[in-house]
């Protein structure tokens, strides 16, 4: 069964804490991609990532940053936490070197709180 | 501007019958439309898809319509069951990696 997980189901931070989001996929996908989900907004692109160390920004990447040092492993990065990052965070891959037609499989998401 | 349209933020339905759930879009280069399923506390699963040069396209209970003149696609279920109950995302894609997501509709099915 295939399988994304996120290191945290729910993160509390404090305003200008560096934080850190972890996704681990174990299909083999060569594309993962970094989304936050908010009501009214649905889910929007923040960073993609075609191949190990190589990443692309999506709609919305002021603010974070992220790191693909091995194909399995895909980090979010929040340089310095505000409190409008609050947000669901969630994690997907995809096969296909063809581009996004290929379905995304999700992790469970990331419940972030900066205070 | 938002590139994908749900609309109707909820939608309550008898169970039974029929759910729709309407989606319009606003990029003509779309060619590939795809609709997920969200339940509470897990991320969203793929339940169906549809490429431009189809308009209708069939699995099991869900079929998926699509009316490119109009810009708009549609999620049908028949029967709803209690199970269906979830919040529903249109999703767009033109080819590329980037899929383009509403802001989803949820769906209550009523014992």
């Known amino acids: 069964d295939v399988k994304v997980t996120q290191s945290s189901r729910y993160l509390v931070k404090r305003t200008g804490e560096k934080v850190f989001l972890e996704c681990v996929q174990d299909?083999?996908?060569?594309?993962m991609f970094w989304y936050r989900q908010d009501p009214g907004l649905g889910l929007r692109l923040i960073y993609f990532?075609?191949?190990?160390?190589?990443?692309e920004k999506g709609d919305i990447p002021e603010g974070y940053s992220v790191s693909r040092e091995k194909k399995e492993r895909f980090s979010l990065i929040l340089e310095s936490a505000s409190t409008n990052q609050t947000s669901m965070y969630l994690c997907?891959?995809?096969?296909?070197?063809?581009?996004?037609?290929?379905?995304?499989?999700f992790g469970p998401g990331t419940r972030l709180t900066v205070l | 501007d938002q590139q994908v349209k749900q609309n109707s933020p909820s939608l309550s339905v008898q169970e039974g019958r029929i759910s729709i759930l309407n989606c319009d879009y606003t990029n003509s280069m779309f060619d590939y439309f795809l609709w997920y399923k969200k339940y509470p506390a897990e991320g969203p699963t793929f339940l169906i898809s549809i490429s431009s040069i189809k308009d209708k396209n069939e699995d099991g209970r869900f079929t998926v319509f699509l009316n490119k003149s109009a810009k708009h696609l549609s999620l049908h279920i028949v029967p709803s069951q209690p199970g269906d109950s979830a919040v529903y995302f249109c999703a767009a894609n033109t080819g590329g990696f980037k899929t383009i997501f509403g802001a989803g509709t949820r769906l209550f099915v009523k014992a």
């Open positions: 990532s075609y191949d190990v160390k190589m990443k």
């Open positions: 997907a891959s995809s096969s296909s070197l063809a581009g996004g037609t290929d379905t995304q499989y």
């Open positions: 299909m083999d996908h060569e594309n």
